[in-house]
């Protein structure tokens, strides 16, 4: 059976702080690893990354995979509290396109 | 981008009645729709792929009988919860998907389904 697991489930940081968000993976036939970022309704898409060592970035949002390890990391610097939110990742395996979602990381950006 | 939208975005409902979700794409046409389900502070669990014109794949322990999936069209997909129970109140999306497998997979906004 897939698994994906993050880590940690919850965290607290003061604005301007840089977190790490991890996620863990086993998986038959993996394909692709996505970040997700869900506030109060449904998730919006940040990253999808299908190769390792390669970094995606957006603003102060950026993503790297590596795939001998089975893990991808999600940076998000000098954070702000809009930043607060649940962050999801989510793998792809073989030729079906279902997301299997981890645990989530729920992050909370204080003044 | 594109746009998935759902309805209703909530809905109370009695036990033993049945509630129909309609998820659509807006401007694309989606060969393929999920559903998920998300109970509260925890994450999105795939309930079934609906692909269109052909019956939905259920994922192990969903009831098909309980949450019937139509996709009859390119655009539009639809969850019934048929006899609903109060356990199945939860937080319920949809994603859908353009032709190409590969293709960015996007949420509607989610109804929220409370059973009383």
């Known amino acids: 059976e897939d698994k994906v697991v993050q880590s940690p489930l919850s965290l607290v940081v003061h604005e301007g702080d840089t977190v790490t968000l991890n996620c863990s993976y086993e998986?038959?036939?993996?394909?692709?690893l996505l970040w997700y970022k869900q506030e109060k309704k449904a998730p919006t898409f940040l990253f999808m990354l299908?190769?390792?060592?390669i970094e995606k970035k957006s603003g102060r949002l950026s993503s790297i995979l590596d795939k001998k390890e089975l893990f991808s990391i999600l940076n998000i610097t000098a954070t702000q509290t809009g930043d607060s939110a649940v962050y999801l990742c989510?793998?792809?395996?073989?030729?079906?396109?279902?997301?299997?979602f981890g645990t989530g990381t729920r992050l909370q950006v204080t003044l | 981008g594109a746009v998935v939208s759902q309805h209703p975005s909530w809905v109370i409902c009695k036990s033993g009645t049945s509630v129909k979700i309609e998820c659509r794409s807006l401007?694309?046409?989606?060969?393929?729709m999920f559903w998920y389900r998300q109970f509260p502070k925890q994450s999105l669990m795939l309930m079934a792929t609906?692909?269109?014109?052909?019956?939905?794949?259920?994922e192990q322990g969903v009831e098909k009988d309980k949450f019937l999936i139509n996709h009859a069209s390119l655009t539009l997909s639809t969850l019934t919860v048929t006899s609903a129970h109060p356990e199945d109140s939860s937080f319920y999306i949809c994603?859908?998907?353009?032709?190409?497998?590969?293709?960015?997979?996007?949420f509607g906004p989610g109804t929220r389904l409370t059973v009383t």
């Open positions: 609906s692909n269109e014109g052909s019956k939905a794949t259920y």
């Open positions: 998986v038959t036939n993996f394909r692709s």
């Open positions: 989510a793998i792809t395996t073989g030729t079906a396109s279902k997301l299997t």
């Open positions: 401007d694309f046409q989606a060969t393929t």
């Open positions: 299908t190769s390792s060592g």
């Open positions: 994603s859908a998907q353009a032709l190409s497998r590969d293709s960015e997979q996007y």
